[in-house]
């Protein structure tokens, strides 16, 4: 036969059991001694014995009372941990990525337009670092820039990087000269501290022989490079796909066709430290989605260069 007992009178009896007292645990519980009576005759009745021995100032666990508690004290604190452990789930889904700033910035943010109308109750925790040396493993996920995919992880390939040069429409009118041949080796050429020799590597690829540039300014962010270029402080080579928005906004300029192809590609990796949590694998999903090749192509809307 099927016994039908409340959790508040089970709850009811292991806090008068603790304390020893209907008084105190009428306290605790927020009812009423006469209360706190009520519920333990009821789960007595239930159980066919009685679980205290009233005496005139206090009341003491029956033989049968301690063995019930001893039973039931563990069970009721494993279903207030569970109960706590899902509401507490329900309340904290986040997940954390970290990825190198620039690329968050002009990239990745605004391609999470419309995650907050799918997905509400996820919370999206984004740092954003400037160097691959300051990449942390403490988040769920990372995106990383690197010349082979890791295979100490998880991790999947996103796209590609390659350089161009590029200015600002007011230094672009001042190179342009009659054969078309802008004359690189005058001017200031702005690059990433990460890559100081890649003036040389784009103009040994661009077909430019015994280059020798009058001066480079080496920046210590990406942002950095991008912006001083925007401001007229010189020719930077700036990164593809990433930087779209700076040449369709008509911030920037690019000079040459040619390209800076590298080995280096983009890569979203998922820590081995991380739970395989259901908001993890959602975001992978979408990131997986939003940098596809033919997605990639197509003009992101609502979004600035962050300037």
Known sequence: MA????????????????????????????????????????????????????????????????????????????????????????????????????????????????WSELYPDINLQLETVKSRAEQGRHTDLQIVLASSQPTDKTSFQLFPISYVPACNPEWYEKLQTEDEQFPLEQVPLIVHQARPWCWHQWADQAGFEDFRPRQIIQLDSMFSVARAAQQGLGVALIPLPISNAWFESGSLVRLFDDELQTRDHYYLVQHESAEHRPEIQLLIDWVLDRFRPDVLSEPVVEYGIGL
């Open 3 to 114: 016994v039908h007992t409340p959790l508040r009178g089970l709850r009811c009896f292991c806090v008068a059991a603790e304390c020893l007292s209907f008084k105190d645990t009428a306290r605790q519980l927020y009812l009423t001694p006469s209360a706190v009576s009520h519920q333990i005759k009821q789960l007595e009745d239930r159980l066919g014995f009685t679980l205290f021995e009233r005496q005139t100032r206090a009341v003491v666990l029956s033989r049968e009372g301690q063995r019930f508690y001893q039973a039931v004290k563990p069970l009721l604190q494993g279903l207030e941990s569970t109960v706590q452990e899902f509401c507490q789930k329900k309340r904290e889904q986040k997940v954390s990525i970290t990825l190198p700033e620039f690329f968050a910035s002009e990239f990745f943010v605004p391609r999470l337009v419309g």
